[in-house]
């Protein structure tokens, strides 16, 4: 999977400068401190291609395949000298990776279209295991058939939305199909950047210094140019943040095409886009955090063994720091919200108590907005009313209606439940009731 880059310094306008990059690290907690549900909008490579070609941008011509007959008919369809065979699952490194069936890669060459039935066959309800996926694997329910092009030229070009200066950037490199951090390592001079009037867009000017950076020329300059503008206008369409390109590449017979792409969108502009919205595929999504995000509940999954439930984000990556300090690891952060109901509070211990790595569960609440008693009725329903849920529960109140929300747990007689004062306590106390449970 291509990864973001993000420019440090900032170019004075006009002006080429090397690109100096960092790693933009993926941690979870971070992730979470965004207080709305809405997830990041992955696309699988053929919606990229279909987005691309919709906005004037070369792409190979493809088809997807849901079934062997319909790649069998894509693959005569295409007419091509040569066809390429893609799982599209959204994890990276298809390639090298493995099926469940044991065909051995996710991407596949022929030039017999007759072959192409029994390649399928191998992918379609297999799981592709990759590594970038779990040790499981992903179910691969899609193919793409697409007719495969030579590269003579390979190069890179991106366009991204930039805090330091303001604006979108164009950020390009002549060494293409490796990953951008490779070349900004060993050959930083070959990354140049040029940033964008977001009011009037790139030039025609910008368009065609960025392409002769990359080194085209003749036609193949101009259509690269007029290939980086019709991206531009993609990345403004659709509200993306980045649309990166790698490679960005030119064929033997000199035909500018775009191999492969990264379009991230700005989640804040998810609801003028309801037609990306219907292009997600939430089944290589963890279905705890769709059912949590369904829920209007702030929910992401991670690998330990204690289950946390809190109000409001800080709090709740304090709590998880807290159970890390003593030696464990939290199952999750799930920020219930300052207005939560008794029903999100069911509905988030269903969704804690469905992951089996929880041994214990952590209920850290400080009533502000959400009353402690809100929270105390939602548990007792959840235990009372919902499947049966047999794991330890430590809880610790502070706050409004504090006393009246430690009654209702003393009232509802639950053996389950131990009450703690303090957060240290209450940490400790999970900890050791999970190792019990183990």
Known sequence: MLRQVLRRSIPRAGAWQPLLTRHQIPALPIKALVASQIRHLNLHEYQAKQLMAKHHVNV????IAETIEQAQNAAHGLKADEIVIKAQIHAGGRGKGEFSSGLKSGVHLTRDPAKVPELVKQMLGYKLK??????????????????????????????LMDRDSGGPVMVGSPDGGVDIEQVAATNPSHIYTIPVDIE???????????????????????EASEQMQNLYQLFLDVDATQVEINPFGLTPDNKVVCFDAKIVFDDNAAFKHPELQQMRDTTEENPREVEAEDCGLNYVGMDGNIGCLVNGAGLALATMDIIKLHGAKPANFLDVGGGVTTKQVSQAFKILTDDKNVKTILVNIFGGIASCLTIAEGMVAALNDGPTIKVPIVVRLQGNHVEEGKECLRRS?????????????????SIQLAAGAA
């Open 200 to 222: 009037t867009g790139p030039t025609v000017k910008q368009a065609l210094d960025m392409a002769m950076k990359l080194g085209f020329k003749g036609k193949a300059l101009t």
């Open 413 to 429: 007689g639950l053996k389950n439940i131990t009450v703690k004062d303090d957060l240290d306590e209450a940490a400790k106390a």
């Open 130 to 159: 990759t590594k970038q996926t779990s040790e499981d694997g992903v179910l691969v329910s899609k193919v793409m058939i697409a007719e495969a092009l030579d590269i003579a030229k390979e190069t890179y070009f991106a366009i």
């Open 60 to 63: 190979q011509r493809f088809a």
